[in-house]
């Protein structure tokens, strides 16, 4: 019957004969698996070492002791998840007047054709954009788009 479909049915049985008598081809089929995991484990290392490597902050980021929270977003829970992702850490003193800041931490969120969360950090003097951050959430409640959005800051500052 195995002639009939073109396969030789001497080869079947060695097959068949081989792995009775133990002999595996699991070997021939787990070096190239070792070769691919380790190949693997080399792209995670290289792209964990790729977020290492940061562009720096301007100066007056690093600098900078006070901040004001503008909330251009119209959510008063965004505000105050920023807000208390703030006082957590505890790098700047949060101001109540624009006029006391270092810093000004505008808070944005655009909804036209994505969910967007901004977090843009402009000078107070200059009114000069430092930085920006965006977060895209498509379900998900303010406190997990605040503290995505301060933990990306957070990581490229330095510590005190």
């Known amino acids: 019957m195995l002639a009939k479909v073109g396969i030789d049915p001497d080869s079947h049985q060695k097959f068949w004969?081989?792995?009775?008598?133990?002999?595996s081809r699991s070997?021939?089929?787990i070096a190239p698996?070792?070769?691919?995991?380790?190949?693997?484990?080399?792209?995670?290392?290289?792209?964990?070492?790729?977020?290492?490597?940061?562009?720096?902050?301007p100066e007056k980021i690093v600098a900078a002791k006070t901040v004001f929270i503008q909330n251009e977003s119209g959510e008063?829970?965004?505000?105050?998840?920023?807000?208390?992702?703030l006082e957590d850490w505890g790098r700047w003193q949060i101001?109540?007047?624009?006029?006391e800041a270092d810093l000004v931490l505008s808070l944005q969120h655009q909804q036209r054709f994505h969910?967007?969360?901004?977090?843009?950090v402009l000078d107070r003097q200059s009114g000069?954009?430092?930085?920006?951050?965006?977060?895209?959430?498509?379900?998900?409640?303010?406190?997990?788009v605040a503290r995505i959005l301060m933990a990306d800051l957070r990581k490229r500052l330095p510590p005190i």
């Open 95 to 99: 101001v109540k007047s624009k006029a």
């Open 27 to 29: 070997r021939d089929i």
């Open 76 to 85: 008063i829970k965004f505000s105050d998840n920023i807000r208390k992702q």
């Open 33 to 57: 698996m070792k070769y691919r995991f380790a190949f693997i484990v080399l792209l995670c290392t290289l792209g964990a070492a790729a977020d290492d490597r940061r562009a720096p902050l």
């Open 17 to 23: 004969l081989a792995a009775r008598a133990g002999e």
């Open 115 to 120: 969910n967007n969360f901004l977090l843009v």
């Open 128 to 144: 000069e954009t430092l930085w920006t951050v965006k977060k895209d959430v498509a379900i998900g409640g303010y406190a997990g």
